[in-house]
């Protein structure tokens, strides 16, 4: 009877050796691991209670890769998949104490998914699972974006790979403002006096996508700068930036004279440079104080022209969203040489003025040869070469004609004072020229 409590304490630790010994458990976190890329991640497994392990068989597989294999009391990364070649090892100590945690370096997106950890022994077969769980990145591919002054600009922002991010926090800064915050599906305001209010647009339908991409209307000048975006979930908080360059356009006209002919049609040049977009801008055309074509409110004023160009200018409506402004004035009069202006008042810039001059010369006025001359000018020296080429051989042929009838009247007896035969030629000649 006194023997009875000590043989049930021997059965009892008997029991319970037996059951260690037998069986160990392997236990994996039922937490899944988040892993950032390029980084190193260690997957952890161990039994319990702790055993040696080292000389047993310790596997890991995502799917039907072997990730690692530790067999016979060493690694045999033959066995292994190939997309984790030199990427993996087992904590060689931690083997002896039960740990059979996996360390997988420079992790990627294919990375991402269910491992198994495995052990087997002669009377074990033990297994558990772990959910590994990539991080996406944040990307601004462009880190560096140029925009003219009062034009809309997209910056770039999204997540890689593509996660939904509709549910999660986004937050755009520009410094230490907050430009735009977005949170589970809706904005927090910000401040009443934000300068950014009401110019901003996040594209929301494209968040589920991971695209973070913020657009920022009619940009001005003060808007230059850094601009962070931010993604931030339970677990993860990061950011990229971008840098914004607002650049100042500058209305130019030309340092080259446009020179016509009356009658002319011909393009007074004048455009925005950097490229803007000028639909919605005024552009006023002027010489002398008058006014030579009026843009405004998306269409032309006719009404507001000096009657001179009524009828006679147009400006290329098509080229303005290229901040081509340039002026067509056809039909060209002599009375329309002079200094000409295109104005752009409202442009965000210093210089919303251009110049052109205008020389207006008549058809006759010809110089020939001259290679700084314009094609037409050559093609009027052309007609009047052709002029001089027809009426040589006219002359000569009237000269003829003359002598003939001349030498016909004198052999009829009326002979004439040579003098006047001399005036006479000079008047047929100048004939042709009048052409
Ligand atoms: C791992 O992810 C799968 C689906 O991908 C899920 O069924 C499983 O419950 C997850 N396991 C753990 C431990 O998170
Ligand atoms: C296993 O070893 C790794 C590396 O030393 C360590 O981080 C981890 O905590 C260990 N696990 C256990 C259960 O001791
Ligand atoms: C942003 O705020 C911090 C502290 O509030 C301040 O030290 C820093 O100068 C600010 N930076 C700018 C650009 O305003
Ligand atoms: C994100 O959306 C914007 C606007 O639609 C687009 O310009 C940009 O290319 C998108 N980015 C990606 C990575 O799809
Ligand atoms: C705009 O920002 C760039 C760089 O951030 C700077 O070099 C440039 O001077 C700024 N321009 C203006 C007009 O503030
Ligand atoms: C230019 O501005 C007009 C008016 O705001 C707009 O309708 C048009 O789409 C813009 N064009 C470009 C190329 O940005
Ligand atoms: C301009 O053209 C319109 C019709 O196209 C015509 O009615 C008007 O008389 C013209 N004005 C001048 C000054 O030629
Ligand atoms: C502006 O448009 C006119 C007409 O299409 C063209 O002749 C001219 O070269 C353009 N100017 C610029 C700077 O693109
Ligand atoms: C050009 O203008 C002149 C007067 O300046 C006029 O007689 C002639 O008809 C106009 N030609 C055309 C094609 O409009
Ligand atoms: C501009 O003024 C000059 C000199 O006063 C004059 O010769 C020219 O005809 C004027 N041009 C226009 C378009 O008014
Ligand atoms: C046009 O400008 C030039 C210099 O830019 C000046 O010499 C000329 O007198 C001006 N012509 C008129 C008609 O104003
Ligand atoms: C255009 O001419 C005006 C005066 O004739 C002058 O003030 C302005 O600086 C000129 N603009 C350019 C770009 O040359």
Request: net charge negative.
């Amino acid at each position: 009877m006194e023997l009875m409590p000590v043989i049930w304490l021997l059965v009892c630790t008997d029991l319970v050796l037996t059951e260690n010994a037998k069986d160990p458990d392997l236990v994996c976190p039922s937490e899944p691991i988040e892993a950032v890329r390029s980084k190193d991640v260690v997957l952890p497994c161990h039994l319990e209670p702790p055993t040696d392990a080292s000389a047993e068989t310790v596997s890991w597989r995502q799917g039907e890769h072997v990730v690692h294999l530790h067999q016979g009391g060493k690694d045999h990364p033959s066995e292994q998949g190939e997309r984790f070649k030199g990427r993996t090892s087992l904590f060689s100590e931690g083997l002896t104490e039960g740990n059979l945690s996996l360390t997988l370096s420079s992790v990627n997106v294919h990375d991402d998914g269910r491992y198994q950890c495995s052990l087997h022994t002669e009377s074990l077969n033990k297994m558990c699972y772990i959910n590994l769980s990539v991080e996406p990145l944040l990307v601004c591919p462009s880190g560096h974006i140029e925009v003219t002054s009062d034009d809309d600009v997209v910056l770039p922002c999204h997540l890689e790979p593509p996660v939904d991010a509709s549910g999660e926090a986004v937050e755009w800064r520009w410094g230490n403002n907050t430009v735009l915050l977005y949170e589970r599906g809706k904005y927090i305001d910000a401040e009443k006096k934000d300068r950014f209010k009401g110019r901003t647009f996040l594209f929301t339908e494209r968040l589920t996508e991971g695209n973070l991409s913020l657009k920022l209307f009619s940009v001005p000048l003060r808007d230059n700068g850094t601009y962070q975006c931010f993604f931030r979930s339970k677990s993860q908080d990061k950011s990229c930036s971008v840098i914004l360059t607002v650049d100042e356009p500058e209305v130019m006209g030309s340092d080259e004279p446009v020179t016509a002919e009356v009658g002319d049609d011909v393009i007074l040049p004048c455009h925005v440079e950097p490229s803007a977009n000028l639909t919605k801008l005024t552009v006023e055309w002027r010489c002398n104080n008058s006014m030579v074509h009026l843009y405004r409110s998306q269409k032309d004023v006719p009404e507001m022209q000096d009657e001179r160009f009524r009828n006679r200018t147009s400006l290329f409506h098509e080229e303005l969203v290229h901040g081509n402004v340039s002026l067509k004035l056809t039909n060209v009069t002599k009375e329309d040489a002079g200094n000409y202006s295109c104005y752009i008042p409202r442009l965000t810039s210093k210089v919303k003025r251009g110049n052109v001059t205008l020389n207006v010369v008549s058809p006759d006025q010809c110089t020939c040869p001259d290679p700084h001359k314009k094609k037409k000018d050559d093609e009027s020296c052309h007609y009047w070469t052709l002029g001089l080429g027809l009426g040589i051989p006219l002359v000569v042929c009237i000269v003829i004609i003359f002598f003939l009838w001349n030498k016909y009247v004198k052999n009829r007896g009326f002979a004439e004072p040579g003098g006047e035969n001399d005036n006479h030629v000079e008047k047929v000649t100048n004939i042709p020229e009048g052409e």
